[in-house]
């Protein structure tokens, strides 16, 4: 592909007079793409920022993507390296990596290995790979990939061009929305964890509940979102959500929101929009965590967090109390010699 193909395919996102090469050919040849340190000839590459020059010293590649810098800019001009100069340039290459590379997608059509109830409706287009199991009265929208051994169980309605990875399950009455993604090994509405103390042990609470996955979710590897005992569980619109995570029953998550793996919430947990959990996060049973709010890893949330603020540690705590707690803990051992140093020379006395 033409290094022109790939600018020219970038419309907007290219800042103006941003395409400069004095190499001797005009137009290169793009066969790949590379992380800047493994990049070799006719590789493209980028930059992200500023902390990453020295990287455009050494690099192999033919051309790069890069912000709006001079500086940067003329380092790649003096190595004769073409470049392409954008406001957000991992965004901009994330663009590019699509037009190079598309995920397998099934082609269209019912593997004869697949079982479809006659109830179901499937839309046009539609993909089901062997093994899979598509129940009765399920509603499939047009373009939807179901592949190998995936279980859509009854009364499931899924959105247009939605794809379920290889062994996903999406359990009774739940309600997928169009341009999902669901990886493999995931579980969407299975039995949220319901039991009543009794004296002789525990009484299971069936979950009459759904579970409703808003447009554009992704849902990573073996996570798990349990319906409803009640209503709904429902994950937003554009929510992002890693490997190994779990929501609970009830739970409510707001949209454009991004989980790392191992985020654990309980149940009637409450997510705002534009919220980042980072990696084994944990938030107890109907917490509310405000609009944009961030927790850092492996924070332990029991209590509400304010819209917009930053907590970490367990139990979280406003990320600058943590930072200042932290150096605290640190000096402990030196603190506690020198008390015990003053508690001696006082007996002393």
Not at 5 to 13: C, H, S
Not at 70 to 75: A, F, H, R, S, V
Not at 284 to 310: C, L, R, W, Y
Not at 313 to 336: D, Q, V
């Amino acid at each position: 592909m033409k290094f022109s193909q790939i600018v020219g395919a970038l419309g907007d996102e290219v800042t103006a007079s941003s395409l400069i090469s004095n190499r001797t050919e005009t137009d290169i040849d793009i066969t790949g793409l590379a992380p800047i340190d493994e990049a070799s000839s006719q590789h493209l590459s980028y930059v992200e920022g500023a902390k990453f020059a020295s990287r455009i010293a050494t690099t192999g590649a033919s051309a790069l993507v890069i912000p709006d810098e001079e500086t940067l800019q003329k380092e790649a001009g003096d190595r004769n390296i073409a470049w392409v100069s954008v406001k957000s340039p991992r965004l901009v290459f994330a663009r590019v990596i699509a037009q190079f590379y598309q995920p397998y997608r099934r082609s269209p059509g019912v593997h004869p290995m697949a079982f479809v109830d006659p109830s179901a409706t499937l839309g046009e287009d539609v993909a089901i790979g062997p093994n899979a199991v598509v129940h009765e009265k399920a509603v499939i929208g047009d373009r939807v990939c179901i592949h190998a051994n995936s279980v859509v169980y009854p009364e499931v309605t899924i959105g247009a061009n939605t794809v379920l990875h290889a062994s996903s399950v999406i359990h009774e009455r739940s309600q997928i929305g169009a341009d999902c993604i669901i990886h493999s090994g995931a579980v969407i509405g299975s039995e949220g964890f319901g039991f009543v103390p009794t004296a002789d042990g525990w009484e299971k609470m069936h979950q009459a509940g759904i579970a409703v996955l808003e447009d554009g979710v992704e849902i990573g590897t073996n996570s798990t979102v349990d319906r409803a005992a009640l209503g709904e569980t429902r994950i937003g619109q554009n929510t992002k959500i890693d490997n190994m995570v779990h929501i609970a029953h009830g739970c409510q998550v707001g949209e454009a929101v991004a989980m790392a793996a191992q985020v654990g919430m309980a149940g009637g947990t409450i997510i705002g929009n534009r919220v980042i959990l980072a990696g084994q996060v944990g938030i107890a049973n109907k917490a509310k965590i405000g609009d944009g709010a961030i927790a850092s890893a492996q924070a332990g949330i029991s209590s509400n967090v304010p819209p917009g603020e930053i907590v970490s540690g367990s139990p979280a705590m406003p990320h600058k109390i943590f930072l200042k707690s932290s150096s605290i803990i640190r000096r402990l051992p030196e603190m506690a010699k020198t008390l015990k140093q003053i508690k001696k020379q006082l007996s002393q006395e």
